[in-house]
């Protein structure tokens, strides 16, 4: 599979600091030997989000979103892809929840989800280097069988 990673923040696309959950992911990928051919940085602006997003859809099976999909003001990455998605996989977003509330209450605070645009899958993250790792954790078991079934070579 290959993986495209948009980390969204305002202050790691100025340089404010240094982004850790795209590192984070791509490490996670590189270790279920899920290819990443791309990484991005982009502020939460809905229209940078969905540029990044379309062109990443273009190439990628994959393409997962950490950052932007909590509730304070400019956490806006779940509005921008899903006004650019073709359908949404709201099982994804009830997993990561559920298993994270387990161990964390505020996990409920989380707008994590999923979406699909033509033949990619593209799964929204938490921010945290952390949330984000361990919420892919989550749902890895069902990405391939989702790419699959969006590429139409899934056996069911």
Not at 33 to 56: F, G, M, Y
Not at 66 to 76: F, L, N, Y
Not at 143 to 153: C, E, I, M
Request: aromatic share 6%; with cysteine.
């Amino acid at each position: 599979m290959n993986i495209g990673i948009i980390t969204v923040s305002d202050r790691a696309s100025r340089g404010e600091y240094e982004d850790q959950s795209g590192p984070a992911l791509r490490t996670y990928c590189e270790r279920q030997n899920w290819s990443v051919s791309r990484q991005a940085v982009v502020p939460d602006e809905v229209p940078s989000i969905q540029r990044e997003v379309i062109a990443l859809t273009g190439s990628c099976d994959v393409v997962l979103l950490t950052g932007g999909s909590g509730i304070a003001e400019r956490d806006v990455t779940i509005e921008a892809v899903r006004a650019i998605a073709h359908k949404e996989l709201p099982g994804f977003g009830e997993v990561m929840r559920a298993k994270s509330f387990e161990r964390f209450p505020h996990a409920i605070l989380s707008r994590a989800s999923a979406f699909t645009r033509d033949r990619s899958l593209i799964i929204c993250l938490p921010g945290s280097p952390k949330g984000a790792v361990e919420c892919i954790d989550y749902v890895a078991a069902a990405v391939p069988h989702a790419v699959d079934l969006l590429r139409g070579s899934a056996t069911h």
